[in-house]
């Protein structure tokens, strides 16, 4: 089984839909938690960090349920710019486990 | 963005060949870590890096090894490719340890082992 678990999709939508991703982590040791975005054929890079009290970052929303080892990143009013692969990330001890990255393309 | 350079950014070889990558960084940072990407499984970290001659594995470092003889290169070898080496491989760096801060990848070193 793998220690981060994400739907691979693919999340059709048009713009301005608000799409939700859901990741869940096998590790319940895990410590700190991130999203990083990854477009085609690209380098992956920091969206957030996930905070236990949930965090918010313009449109890009991130929450974390411990207990029940989840992480979501909800995506409002979609742009076409967001459609990328998102990564969730969950870390134990400097022992980071990436998801293996849902796809979401926003369509006009 | 980062200051990182993979090299190269594209290999062909054949089984049982050595293959060097290579991963130069202009920010000073003290890690540096070698991942390679498969479809599926996503981001898997072979080995890192914790300063000059400081390195350890990773989750997926059979088959792999790797130098850190100055703080701007971090080298990742495989002895004796293979084809399930076949892989894009990301170096990265941050400035503190990976769960305290941000990882800064490299463009990605695409290898296919024949």
């Known amino acids: 089984r793998k220690e981060v678990e994400q739907d691979p999709g693919p999340f059709n939508v048009p713009e301005g839909a608000t799409v939700a991703f859901n990741c869940t982590y096998s590790?319940?040791?895990?410590?700190?938690f991130f999203w990083y975005r990854q477009d085609c054929r690209k380098e992956p890079k920091l969206l957030m960090s996930v905070y236990s009290s949930g965090n918010e970052d313009g449109r890009f929303t991130a929450q974390l349920n411990r207990a029940s080892q989840y992480i979501s990143l909800l995506i409002r009013d979609s742009k076409l710019s967001d459609s990328a692969t998102y990564l969730c990330?969950?870390?134990?001890?400097?022992?980071?486990?990436f998801g293996a990255g849902t796809r979401l393309t926003v369509k006009p | 963005d980062a200051g990182i350079t993979q090299s190269p950014r594209h290999k062909v070889t054949e089984t049982g060949t050595p293959v060097t990558l290579r991963c130069h960084q202009t920010?000073?940072?003290?890690?540096m870590y070698w991942y390679r990407q498969d479809p599926g499984h996503g981001l898997r970290l072979i080995h890192y890096?914790?300063?000059?001659?400081?390195?350890d594995k990773g989750e997926v470092s059979d088959g792999y090894s790797v130098s850190r003889s100055k703080t701007e290169d971090f080298l990742l070898t495989l002895e004796s490719a293979t084809s399930s080496q076949t892989s894009v491989y990301f170096c990265a760096i941050s400035e503190r340890a990976q769960h305290r801060g941000e990882l800064f990848f490299g463009e990605g070193s695409r290898l296919t082992v024949l």
């Open positions: 990330v969950a870390n134990n001890n400097n022992d980071m486990r």
């Open positions: 920010e000073n940072h003290r890690y």
């Open positions: 890096s914790y300063g000059v001659k400081d390195t």
């Open positions: 590790n319940s040791a895990s410590q700190s």
